[in-house]
């Protein structure tokens, strides 16, 4: 503290001083101690957090008061912390604990150190630890400032402003930002209106003294009508203690016609749209969202139940006049009820950008440990997807980018000689596709090498030679979501760890997603995820099989075909069937879900035909039942487990469906083999 | 913001200075303060009703009062000081919480307040601005 110059003390003083705060300073930890291990699960968490607070407080104040800057810097920082805290931008855990505990030690460490002269403990090493515990745990949303308020004046404090310009007063309009050291901002704020009113006449303070929005703004605005010059009124505007910067300029009769206000700050966009026109956004609770889309889910089946006894109303009962206006009503509901169902679905779309903002750090560190040099381009942040999604696909995207940093992109010096430029770049973007939301992450890196891929498969006894042969190095690519497959030649500690692919994989499919890889050898690679716009209700068309009820998702079936039973061939022991030009594995789903009963022996049969990625697949069912719209319900069932079912629905009538997923018949179908 | 010369604001008069607070260290280090700006303490004093006598024996021209004692005290103490001299110049001392007790002392004319624990730099600032008004 050079200004301590000022004060010049004697070293007598400065020794009592030290002794005093030393007493005191040791009490404050103590109590520091105490609280830090009480604040998991305390109930008036506010207040521990205000007592804690003080305690770093005090320590501040009285650590820079004795010179101890390492320690006043520290405590200061240790206040961010708990702001932190309060402002909720890090979770009350067992870190936190831990990492207050730390901090008491360090002080305690610092200040027996000052007083017997020994070295002090490595302060700054705590500081940086708190920043980033701050950064990590609040995806470093301290960073964000608020925005100035806007000054708009009424009609009345414009009628004001003209009488004081008659009066000879010149008005100005002032920001004054609060001081750092200004920790009781109501407080100050009335400080600045009393010295204001001294100074002139206030036409409006913005926030205004009494309201609550006081605490939590950085800049007072004023607009204040006065005698003096401006220079004069700046600087009277500096109170110690409260005020810490001064923005004053005088208010231009023409340009106060056009707008309040003429600062250079003013002309910040992005400061003043946020402000001026509330976009009349609330914040709800996402576990209220998911409540009213579950009631909403059962109102689908509540009327599909209606529709169902609508048309049995009308076989009983023909020639009942109130049939008609029961129809009407009907289709009434329906209609409302599909407006409702869209309404709920678009309030639970939020931007990706939540997914996407974690991934500037999440690159920069593993870059820096991996000591590549890697930039980050975020495409589409703004897209809308599923709440649901924005839940589930952080950690799987996080595993791909860990994957494109580690062993897609090369090192600066096997960039270089590979003529390629030093800073490899990996894209994420995300962007909508007719019904479909697209995410990709693309890297510029060194590509899969699929014959790589072979001979690991092989070598890991997850294909046998003779079937590698049928492989094209196209469909190898996807060995890297099989179980237990990593082509890194060792195991490296950024990617090495947690998740692979198959689980990535696993995950996605689970909300109805897909994951595609492509990859050119020394050009890159890129993966494409595709998940359905909405989570929770799907468009199927529902069928029966092996005496079961079943749906298939609309946008998965190519087409259904009627075939007759003796155009059933069979290769290798397996059913196929031919249309047109095509071979096309055949699956009986009583027989891969060893349902036991078997398909009726008719002479004709239904196959829908399902595809993924050209690869057809065709499913023999017994009997067609209709196309319905079906809320998912999650189901404990089995069959989950499976992965042939990817969930369940009920329909009016009561009849319980399993909703089957297409990549698995597929795989279970061996599509594979047959693609064109 | 720049500390001015202290010649400026002081102008060689010796400021008579009462501080009560109820902590030993920060009666030191507000003392310290007043001297290294060329004030006298003429008196300190530990609670509010310590504070209000010597107040009216020693009419000092200024009185750096800690709000934030217990049960009050300071606040009583302000408010009997300015119910019987309304020239009386406080400046209030407050620990980090009592914001509503800081109100309360600047609605009763207390005229700036100083945030525990002192610091010495901003609270010579903050002394030497409510001096400015004395001169």
Redesign the interface.
């Given at each position: 503290m050079d200004d301590l110059s000022l004060l010049q003390l004697s070293e007598d003083d400065v020794k009592s001083l030290k002794e005093t705060f030393y007493q005191q300073s040791t009490e404050l930890i103590e109590a520091l101690i105490n609280e830090s291990l009480s604040i998991e699960g305390c109930k008036d968490i506010d207040s521990k957090l205000k007592t804690i607070k003080r305690i770093f407080h005090t320590l501040k104040g009285d650590s820079a008061s004795i010179g101890l800057k390492e320690l006043s810097r520290l405590t200061h920082k240790a206040e961010d912390l708990i702001q932190a805290i309060e402002n909720k931008l890090i979770d009350i855990d067992n870190n936190l604990t831990d990492l207050l505990l730390k901090v008491a030690d360090c002080i305690k460490e610092t200040i027996e150190a000052s007083m017997t002269g020994k070295d002090a403990p490595m302060v700054s090493v705590i500081i940086d630890t708190i920043d980033e515990f701050i950064k990590t745990s609040g995806d470093g949303q301290l960073d964000n400032v608020e925005p100035a308020l806007f000054l708009s004046l009424s009609e009345y404090e414009k009628l004001l402003v003209s009488e004081y310009r008659r009066q000879g007063k010149a008005v100005y309009s002032g920001r004054l930002s609060f001081s750092k050291d200004c920790q009781m901002r109501s407080a100050g704020a009335i400080i600045i209106s009393q010295q204001l009113t001294s100074l002139g006449d206030i036409v409006k303070m913005s926030p205004n003294l009494d309201s609550k929005e006081i605490e939590s703004v950085d800049v007072i605005e004023i607009i204040l009508a006065s005698r003096m010059s401006k220079e004069e009124v700046k600087n009277l505007c500096n109170i110690p203690g409260v005020v810490g910067d001064v923005i004053m300029d005088e208010l231009r009769e023409e340009a106060f016609a056009i707008t309040p206000r003429d600062t250079s700050e003013a002309q910040d966009p992005s400061a003043t749209t946020a402000t001026i026109s509330p976009t009349g956004t609330i914040r709800v609770e996402s576990e209220k969202m998911d409540r009213i889309m579950d009631l909403v889910g059962e109102l689908v089946i509540g009327r599909s139940m209606i529709a169902q006894l609508v048309s049995e109303f009308e076989e009983r009962f023909p020639r009942e006049e109130m049939l008609a206006r029961f129809s009407y009503a009907n289709s009434f509901i329906e209609r409302s009820l599909s407006d409702l169902q869209e309404s709920v679905m678009k309030v639970r779309m939020v931007p990706i950008g939540r997914v996407f903002k974690r991934f500037p750090r999440v690159v920069r560190d593993l870059a820096k440990a991996s000591n590549k040099d890697i930039k980050l381009v975020i495409h589409g942040e703004d897209t809308e997807v599923d709440k649901g999604l924005v839940d589930v696909i952080g950690e799987p995207l996080i595993h791909i980018v860990r994957n494109a940093v580690d062993h897609g992109i090369e090192t600066v010096e096997e960039r270089e000689s590979s003529g390629k430029g030093r800073q490899g770049t990996i894209m994420l973007e995300a962007y909508h596709q007719g019904n479909d939301i697209i995410i990709e992450v693309k890297d510029d890196g060194i590509g899969i090498d699929p014959k790589r891929l072979k001979e690991k498969a092989v070598e890991k006894g997850l294909i046998s030679k003779n079937e590698l042969e049928k492989v094209d190095d196209k469909a190898a690519i996807d060995f890297i979501f099989l179980p237990g497959f990593s082509t890194a030649k060792v195991i490296s500690e950024v990617s090495g760890r947690g998740i692979g692919m198959d689980v990535v994989k696993t995950v996605v499919e689970g909300v109805r997603g897909t994951i595609q890889v492509k990859s050119g050898v020394g050009s890159g690679t890129i993966f494409i995820l595709r998940f359905p716009l909405t989570l929770a209700i799907i468009r199927a068309i529902l069928f029966n099989a092996g005496g079961r009820l079943f749906a298939i998702p609309i946008g998965s079936v190519k087409e259904i075909v009627r075939v007759f039973t003796k155009d059933v061939e069979s290769v290798a022991g397996k059913e196929v069937l031919r249309i047109r030009e095509n071979v096309i594995p055949l699956v009986r789903l009583e027989e891969v879900m060893n349902l036991g009963k078997k398909g009726g022996m008719r002479d004709k049969l239904f196959v829908i035909i399902v595809s993924r990625d050209d690869r057809d697949t065709g499913i023999i069912v017994n009997s067609m039942v209709g196309e319905e719209e079906l809320f998912i319900k999650a189901i404990n069932d089995h069959w989950v487990n499976t992965k042939i079912v990817g969930g369940a629905s009920i329909l009016g009538d009561g009849k319980v469906v399993l909703i089957l997923n297409v990549d698995a018949i597929i795989k279970k179908a061996g599509g594979k083999d047959s693609r064109r | 913001?720049q500390?001015k010369n202290?010649e400026d604001t002081i102008a060689g008069q010796k400021y008579r200075f009462l501080i009560v607070d109820d902590?030993?260290?920060a009666r030191?280090?507000a003392a310290?303060?007043v001297e290294?700006l060329g004030g006298i303490v003429v008196g300190e004093a530990a609670t509010g009703k310590e504070g209000v006598e010597q107040y009216f024996k020693l009419k000092p021209d200024i009185v750096i009062l800690d709000v934030s004692m217990p049960e009050m005290e300071g606040l009583e103490a302000l408010a009997k000081m300015r119910e019987k001299d309304k020239e009386a110049k406080v400046i209030i001392v407050?620990?980090?919480?009592y914001?509503e007790l800081?109100?309360k002392a600047?609605?009763l004319g207390a005229k700036?307040?100083?945030?525990?624990?002192?610091?010495?730099?901003?609270a010579?600032?903050?002394i030497?601005?409510v001096l400015k008004e004395i001169k």
């Open positions: - | 913001m500390m202290k902590s030993v260290f030191k280090n310290k303060v290294m407050s620990s980090l919480g914001q800081v109100k600047l609605s700036h307040f100083i945030s525990k624990p002192f610091e010495p730099q901003k010579a600032e903050i030497q601005f």
